[in-house]
Structure formats: structure tokens, C-alpha cells
């Protein structure tokens, strides 16, 4: 019965290289998003899509790509890994107008080499 | 540019005794803000949420007070738990009619309970 769930948990790749993250909510909620937290630990929304649609971009390079097939799935797809973008990656939803509360998934450690 | 501030990285307390976080932040037109829990290799888990119309909201041994003139909120949890040894972080949203529910997060407070 897991709420929010992120695959990988671990990857490890090289720089360069091209990677995928997944995610899927079973708790029926409208909206999605994407959080970087780096090494210093800052919590950083990247994405958030709204039914399919996205509705948050932050500064973030166009190497990443956010998908999202369907509300309960938003993946995230990141093009020439670079050491920078070593991070836990963070998948979360809410459904907006029930409340502010998001609901995170376990996070998924990002390492490149 | 930090809107949401968490100054102080750790906080050491005993069990039983009263754990008081701390979060400031800028931008006075945040409305609504949020308590988050974080364990090791876990994603933050949400714990107490206070909407600016209010100054105090209670949950257990979970209370959050407001103090929007000041841009400050504290979160007070009474009495301490060795389970609330965890890193706390404090989120603060901007609704409104472009609602989006985009959360900005301080950068933690690590809250060790000693027993």
C-alpha cells in the first residue's frame, strides 16, 4: 500500500550518460513533483505537473526532463549525467485544494562518477 | 536567495524535556506553512501544517506557533521522544488564486533526543 514510490533507490552511473527515474502515486492525487536535495541538504522543487500538465520549472538545466504519462506517474530523465547532478532526487504529490500537505516518496541517490 | 530559513543545523535534547525548532523566513507572502520530518534514507514525512490566519495549531505533543509580524515559527514538540531524533525541516507556500503547491524548504534542523 505504499503511497508514493520512486525507482531506483540507488543508482550509480558515469558522467555522460543518460538516466531515468520513476515515480508513481496510488493516492490519487492531480499533482506531481520533482525535488533535488544536494549536498548541503537544501530541499529544491525542480518540476511539479498538474494532470500532465506542468506547472512549476525552475532554473533547471534542459538536461532534465520531466514526463508524466498520466497523473500518477511522473518520471524524471536526465540527459549527459555531469558529477554536479550527484544529489537524492525526491518524488512527491498533493492534491491541490484538499490541503498544502505533499507526500514524498523514499528518494532515489543519484552518484556520478 | 534563502526565503526560508532554518539558522540553527542541530539541536541536542533530553528526553522529556521540551524541543523548540526554529524557522524565519522573508517573503511576506507566504500563507501557509508546514512541518516536515526526515529519518535517514526516508523521505520527508509531513507532521503539522499552520495557515497564517492563525497563530497556534496543536497536534499531540506537535504544537506550531506564528508569529507573522516577526516572519518567524517554532515548532514545539513536548515531551521529547528518543523516535524524534530525526531532521526537521520547515516549508512555507504562497497560495492564493495561482495556487501551484510549491513548497520552499528551510535546510533542517537535526534534532537529536537523548535518552
Known amino acids: 500500500d505504499t503511497a508514493v514510490s520512486q525507482t531506483p533507490k540507488y543508482l550509480v552511473t558515469q558522467m555522460g550518460n543518460d538516466k531515468s527515474i520513476k515515480c508513481e502515486q496510488n493516492l490519487g492525487h492531480d499533482t506531481m513533483y520533482w525535488y533535488k536535495q544536494d549536498s548541503k541538504k537544501f530541499l529544491k522543487i525542480m518540476f511539479s505537473?498538474?494532470?500532465?500538465?506542468?506547472?512549476i520549472n525552475e532554473t533547471v538545466p534542459n538536461r532534465f526532463s520531466p514526463k508524466s504519462p498520466d497523473k500518477a506517474h511522473l518520471n524524471l530523465h536526465i540527459n549527459s549525467l555531469e558529477l554536479g547532478d550527484s544529489a537524492v532526487y525526491f518524488c512527491?504529490?498533493?492534491?491541490?485544494?484538499?490541503?498544502?500537505?505533499?507526500?514524498f516518496g523514499p528518494g532515489t541517490r543519484l552518484t556520478v562518477l | 536567495d534563502q526565503q526560508v530559513k532554518q539558522n540553527s543545523p542541530s539541536l541536542s535534547v533530553q528526553e522529556g524535556r521540551i524541543s523548540i525548532l526554529n524557522c524565519d523566513y522573508t517573503n511576506s507572502m507566504f500563507d501557509y506553512f508546514l512541518w516536515y520530518k526526515k529519518y535517514p534514507a526516508e523521505g520527508p514525512t509531513f507532521l503539522i501544517s499552520?495557515?497564517?490566519?492563525?497563530d497556534k495549531n496543536e497536534d499531540g505533543r506537535f504544537t506550531v506557533f506564528l508569529n507573522k509580524s516577526a516572519k518567524h515559527l517554532s515548532l514545539h514538540i513536548v515531551p521529547s521522544q528518543p523516535g524524534d531524533s530525526a531532521v526537521y525541516f520547515c516549508?512555507?507556500?504562497?497560495?492564493?488564486?495561482?495556487?501551484?503547491?510549491?513548497?520552499?524548504f528551510g535546510q533542517g534542523t537535526t534534532l537529536q533526543v537523548k535518552p
Open positions: 512527491a504529490s498533493s492534491q491541490i485544494g484538499w490541503g498544502i500537505e505533499q507526500f
Open positions: 505537473y498538474n494532470n500532465k500538465e506542468l506547472i
Open positions: 499552520i495557515s497564517s490566519i492563525k
Open positions: 516549508a512555507a507556500s504562497e497560495t492564493g488564486s495561482s495556487n501551484t503547491g510549491k513548497l520552499i
